[in-house]
């Protein structure tokens, strides 16, 4: 199956600084990349849609200069949380969705745990 | 706004029961429903409904959407401690195929 990767899988850093967060689709072409958030004992809430060689697509209430979204090339995309806070802390998940029209299919990432100190 | 609702929010079975979960949906624009599994990281997919009435069935575990009534339920049958888990129903919607999450189900399974 369709296999999508995260790195890193978790990150500690200082209030202040950047984490940057990739996104890869190993084995497929992904036109549309979709970033999550889920705090605990929560579910995942979408933060971005990113396409391929075009600006992401913010949800409401998402910072669009705190999270930036780049997706460069067709696997991979990247998460920037710009002068993170510790209420940025929080398991970050993106996902993968396969070439073609009629795919409804999201391959997940194994997430990154983000812990802002 | 795209709403998806799951019930009951939590669940404890013994090894051996039978467990239904469900999920009632009110968006624009419905493509599909989703169920997937998550345990300590990301989700894992289970099945995928389009179309109404039509069961979809892998091992113990299966699933049927109604459009009309708008929701769909996963039943898990002999369930087994290795189910514990948290049940995700999600719907896609648009042109972009975005995912709308319910709040999940959390299933303990004791042995």
């Known amino acids: 199956g369709a296999v999508v990767s995260q790195h890193p899988s978790w990150v500690i850093c200082k209030s202040g600084t950047s984490v940057k967060i990739e996104c890869r689709s190993l084995d497929f072409q992904a036109t549309t990349m979709f970033w999550y958030r889920q705090f605990p004992k929560q579910s995942l809430m979408l933060m971005a849609t990113?396409?391929?060689?075009?600006?992401?697509t913010y949800e409401q209430g998402v910072e669009k200069d705190k999270f930036l979204i780049n997706h460069a090339s067709l696997t991979l995309s990247t998460l920037t949380v710009t002068s993170a806070h510790p209420e940025d802390s929080s398991f970050y998940i993106c996902?993968?969705?396969?070439w073609g029209p009629g795919s409804y299919e999201q391959y997940f990432g194994p997430g990154t745990r983000l812990t802002v100190t | 706004e795209d709403k998806v609702v799951q019930s009951p929010l939590s669940l404890v079975v013994h090894e051996g029961d039978t467990v239904t979960l469900n999920c009632s949906y009110e968006v624009t624009n419905f493509r599909s429903l989703l169920w997937y599994k998550q345990e300590k990281k990301a989700p894992t997919f289970l099945f995928m409904l389009t179309s109404s009435g039509i069961e979809k069935k892998s091992g113990r575990l299966s699933s049927i959407l109604d459009k009309k009534e708008l929701f769909s339920i996963l039943n898990i049958t002999a369930t087994q401690t290795g189910d514990s888990a948290v049940y995700l129903c999600?719907?896609?919607?648009?042109?972009?195929?975005?995912?709308?999450f319910g709040s999940g189900t959390q299933l303990t399974v004791l042995p």
């Open positions: 996902s993968a969705r396969d």
């Open positions: 999600a719907v896609v919607v648009g042109s972009a195929r975005q995912l709308t």
């Open positions: 990113s396409n391929e060689g075009s600006k992401a």
